[in-house]
Each structure stands twice: as C-alpha cells, then as structure tokens.
C-alpha cells in the first residue's frame, strides 16, 4: 500500500503524557494475550451497530476493518507498556484508513462511528481484563481516559489522510477542468471531437447542448468573483486568459442564468458572448472580447460610466462581426464612399446619415427617408437628388449597396474624432 506522501507528525505529545503513565505495565501483560479475543469481539459489534461495515469479512472492506481493529488494539497495548515508544507507523496506517475511505466514495461518518463503538467496546474488554486478573481498581480511571485520549487520536489522523486525499483529488480535478476549458477555447484543439469528450470524461464536466464565455475583467484582487463560488456556479469552467477570467458557462440560456451572472460580477466589466455549442466556445470568446473592448473606448456610444458594466454580445453579433474587420471596414468605406470626402465635414456627415437611412428604407422614397431622419420630406428630397449626383446609378447596384451599407456601419463604430452631429439642412 502506497504511503502518505505528506511529513509525518506525529503527536507523540498526546500518547506519552498522561494517562498511560498511569498504567501498569501489568495491564499489557495481561492484554497481550488476548487482542485477538478482543478484535474479534469488537469488529463483530462494529458491524452490528454501523451499517457500512456488514460487509463480509473477507472483503477489501472487511479486511481493511479487521486489520485496523487488531493495529489499533496493539498499539493502545503497546503504549501501556512503552508510553515513550515511536508511533509514526500506526499514524501512517490510520492515515492510510482515511484516504481509502475518501477513494471508495464513502464519507467518514461511518468511520467515525465505527471509532466511537470502538472505544465503548475496548473501554469495557480491557476493564474486564484488569479486573480478571485483579488488578487495583485505580487502574480504571485512567484506564478509561486512556482509551478515549487513543481513539480521538486515531479518529483525528484518519480524518487527516481524508482530508488530504479529498484536497489531492480535487486538485486534479481542477487541473483537469482547466485543461478542457484550454482545449475548449483554441480554435484548432475545440474541433477535435474525441479529444474533448476524453477531456470532459477526466473533468467530470458532461458535456452541454450550448455554452456561452463570460470574460471577466480582473478586480485590484483578481481571482474568481466570489459571487460565483455557489453551488449554481459549480459546473462553470474557469481559466486566465493574459490578465482577464474567462468562465465557460454551460446551457447559458437556461432561466435566471443571465441574471445570475450578472450579480455574480457585479462591480466589475464583463461581457457574455453569445450561446454556442461548445467546440466553437473560443467563438463565444471573440465575440465578447470585441464587445467589452469596444464597451471600453471612451466616446463609444454605449461605453459605461465607470468601471463596472455587463455586456450581452449576443445582443450585438453584427457589431462584433463588423469590429473584427475594422480596418478591412475603414479601407472600403474610403472606396466606397470617397466622394463624400472632398465636401464640408457637415455636408458630408449629413448625406452620409440620408445614404443609410436609404439603404435602410422598404420604398427609398423621400416620405420614408424624411420620417426616418425626422426632417422634412422637402429636406430629404434635396439631399437624395445629391446623393443621385454624387453616386449616380449606383445607388441602385445590390453590391454597391450592400458594401455602402457595410461602410457607413464601419463607420458609425470607429467615428473619427472631432467631427459632429449632422444637423438639419
């Protein structure tokens, strides 16, 4: 069997003060010959009294059970003759209990009860035993102390070696979900199939229908927002992504998530993207990341005020899509509409506001364009005969207007500094 991994301390301190100092040496004398007997007798009311120990005796379990009964039975014996004696073995053998409790599933009540059944049924045996062998009756006191102060020790230990393999395994666990949210978010990696659903298999993270990437701008402590340590927060994956979280949110859309995440980040800016299946959640990624970077220019029409704000991507994909070929964007509304460029800046801002109000109308009448600008019909037809002049026929081209239309998109995401409002006229 494997040994523990961690120092060993050992609290000698507690088996050599009192009350084995108070015993007689005759009392092991005594006792020796009869562990066996008195194993017998206890593992047989262990299981009795806990249900989790009716296993057959010559089961994993059932050994597992007996041999901690006989160690734990000679090593009380060994501290009534010996209270100075080494102990780091029986410690690492009650630690060792408590880690195989936590690898077989079980928690360790059942451990602990069979502990406490323990000690009644030694406490009365080994009194028996002094008493048959007519030892002083001031040997019960102590005595009794004696075999409480052994079983709370050895109680302590095995839950120590729980506890320790509870933490080793959910490291790994977490190391585990960290490297699926990795592969999950690299485009290459996410569309190998089998690689995921084996990474998944490893993290305990069934596979969802859709996912949705939140990405979390780090507070001045960084870390997860402690909104998200609730039990609705369990099946999210977390990683770093350079000084950002990312948190891969299963089945986003189901009722009260959104809402929930929002008051889990509250105080800081995070962006959702949008509901994808999960091979494409570095899509979900990009989505967000271009939404809470755009969120974040100052002068951005929808820029927060401070430093908090929650952006839903999935609201704006048109948007992100456009952000992503910014530059491509720039490039072709200098193409298409360069001819805007050699009027005043007011002129060329306000053709510019009726050419996408045209694109944008069913009839491309002036009534349309008018109520659509809230200016006068009369205004609008003046500034569609311009734009006739300025375009000519194709105005009417489905290829012009769709990259116009593109352009003055472009355009309206990344405003040139210094230029204003388009007024009336």
Partial sequence: MRKEAMPMQVPDEVFTRRPWRELPPALAVVLRPRIDAIAADMIEVIRDEVSAYRRPLDSALGRDLAGSVRRAIGQFVELTEEPHSRQEHHVRHFRTLGRLEFLNGRTTDALQAAFRVGARVGARLYAETAQTASLPLEVVMPLHEAVLTHINVLSNESVKGYAAAQARAEGGLQRSRR???????????????????????????????????????????????????????????????????????????????????????????????????????????HCARLMLAAHAVPGHREAPAGAEAFVRAGDGLAEAHLRHGVHIGRLLGDRVLGVLRGLPPGRAARLAETLDALLMSWNRTAPEVARALDIHPQTARKRLRRLEELFGERLSDPAFRFEALLALRTRALTPVPGTRPPSAG
């Fill in 179 to 285: 490297t699926l949210a990795a592969c999950l978010l690299d485009q290459r990696r996410a569309t190998h199939q089998g690689m995921v659903e084996s990474l998944a298999r490893q993290a305990e993270w069934p596979l969802p229908g859709t996912v949705a990437c939140l990405l979390v701008r780090q507070g001045a402590g960084g870390g997860r927002p402690s909104g998200l340590g609730k039990e609705r927060g369990a099946g999210i994956l977390a990683v770093t992504h350079g000084a950002d979280l990312v948190l891969i949110v299963p089945e986003p859309e189901a009722e009260g998530t959104v809402e929930w995440l929002r008051t889990a980040v509250r105080g800081r800016a995070a962006a959702l993207g949008p509901s994808v299946p999960p091979r494409d959640a570095w899509v979900s990624l």
